[in-house]
């Protein structure tokens, strides 16, 4: 089991990158959560089996199609205990 934070920046708000972490995090059996910050960055709190974690993070790299990612930052956390994937506000 890996718990992870990733902070992804670029042009990823209002470009339905919430959506497609949450749609692939579903597809891989990832638990967590999703959100902007003020600052137009999304963080991703995500949570599930090591391979299928390291698949979001290789898929948020490259964002849905309208998106624009330029940089990523990933840091390992404690386990939270999620019980579903979410799109949450700030």
Do not use: W, Y
Not at 42 to 70: Q, S
């Amino acid at each position: 089991m890996k718990t992870i934070k990733l902070t992804v920046s670029g042009s990823v708000q209002g470009v339905t990158f919430r959506q497609f972490v949450r749609d692939n995090a579903d597809r891989l059996g990832i638990r967590g959560f999703v959100r902007n910050l003020e600052d137009g960055r999304v963080e991703i709190v995500a949570e599930g089996k090591d391979e299928m974690v390291n698949e979001l993070i290789d898929r948020c790299k490259k964002g849905p199609p309208h998106a624009n990612v330029k940089e990523t930052e990933v840091r390992d956390i404690k386990n939270q205990g999620f019980d579903d994937f979410k799109i949450s506000s700030m």
